[in-house]
DNA sequence: AAACCTCCTGAACGACCGTTCACATTGGCC
DNA sequence: GGCCAATGTGAACGGTCGTTCAGGAGGTTT
């Protein structure tokens, strides 16, 4: 049977059987689910095409996963607490200077952005994919992270140290976050390692435009 | 038998007649099938979905359309379309120097990005379901736009309006149009009209935010 | 050796998909 | 009146979907 399966499935074996053996099937199913979702969608991804690009048959997924929707919440659920966790932590290592903080936050967010940008691609697009229990933390962890970009923005105006664009007079520092963090996540949705910048480049160029954004003064480049 | 479906169909027979009645089915389907890929996504709405909301049967559509494919193309075109045309002319208008162009830009790239949010949102979402020969002509306007801001930017660093960020003392101008588009792009994912800021504010906030990201002259707010 | 547990198989289920087609129904035009 | 083109109907087609389930294979415990 084995024999006959090596002999039919041509292209990918060699991955698929490697995937098989080098790990536990939870996390190769994770592995070729999240390859999938990223290339053609949630919707159009069947679970018979998860389980053959990992060696195994459909039924095979509800031995580890209630469900299909179940799946998807494990991959975003994963990527999106690990993200949060690496942005409290840029943010507590720079010491308390609005700066430091806005410059050390763009910087992990964007290179994180870079180098994973399969994995925010599809916590992105496909989010909307799960239902609504599911999704209320994902939302959580999103307003987390943008609640703490408020937070430093605070700091820097209080301190003097931004002075960013007003309307009518006023600042709006939630919408100034969500410009910000906005522009930062899409980074994932063009940038390549063939382009002409790097990742290092990248979270350069991004840092300089933040703290223009915000007012803050010129930093030696 | 449209007695016994004014009396079958209850919440939304009202909206439906009264579309049906007021324009052609070809703009009664186009409406109905934009309403519903804003809401749940092009893959999961299925033609009947779509049918029943302008109070007709599956069969209908093809009548006008060829596919369901063809249906989304010319949802997304026709408003790409309008947004390509839109920005050209904001930029036409601006008479040549590089911080009006690029406010105005921004104004109306923005405004138009706060006022048709769901259109944007579509266009945005679903371009990936098109078969790769209709999408062809929509990432060409989408270049196309990126390619009006990166003149705008180059003007203005050639004639010393700009002082944008460097990486490596060089300047990325397609790298940084990008990230200005994607912030104001993605308005469109949260902005809501009952928020804190009007569209007009969020246009000015936005416009000095990308004023500053150049390294503009600052401007008297 | 027998019992047991874990994991996988692959047929089967009921539902729904996009699309087609033979057949009304309508309204203008000769 | 008869004719035609446009447009809508709803059953039907071939296919695919997520999920279930009876059964088999292999390893560990008793």
Redesign the interface.
């Known amino acids: 049977m084995s024999k006959r399966k090596t002999v039919l499935v041509e292209e990918e074996s060699m991955a698929a059987v490697a995937e098989r053996e080098a790990r536990p099937p939870v996390e190769a199913i994770r592995a070729a689910a999240f390859a999938q979702f990223a290339e053609r ?1 949630y ?2 991804v069947t679970v018979r095409d998860i389980m053959k690009a990992c060696g195994l048959t459909q039924g095979a997924l509800y031995n580890h996963f209630k469900s299909k929707d179940e799946l998807l919440h494990d991959i975003i659920a994963s990527t999106q607490g690990e993200l949060e966790r690496q942005c409290q932590q840029a943010v507590a290592g720079a010491g308390g200077d609005p700066c430091a903080e806005l410059a050390a936050f763009v910087r992990v967010y964007v290179i994180r952005h870079c180098r994973l940008r399969i994995e925010a691609l599809v916590a992105n ?1 496909e989010i ?2 799960l239902d609504s229990a599911r999704v209320a933390d994902i939302r959580r962890s999103r307003r987390a992270i943008r609640d703490i970009v408020v937070t430093i923005l605070r700091h820097g105006v209080e301190k003097g140290v931004f002075d ?5 007079g006023k600042h ?1 520092l ?3 976050a ?3 963090l ?2 930062c ?3 994932s ?2 940038y390549g390692p063939g382009g ?2 790097t990742e290092e ?2 979270a ?3 840092t ?2 933040a703290l ?4 803050a003064a010129p930093q030696p ?1």
């Open positions: 969608g919707p159009v697009r909307g994919w960013p664009p007003r309307v009518d709006d939630k919408a100034m969500m410009a910000l906005d522009q996540t899409h980074v949705m063009w002409d910048l480049q990248m350069k160029l991004y300089g435009m223009r954004m915000v007012g480049a």
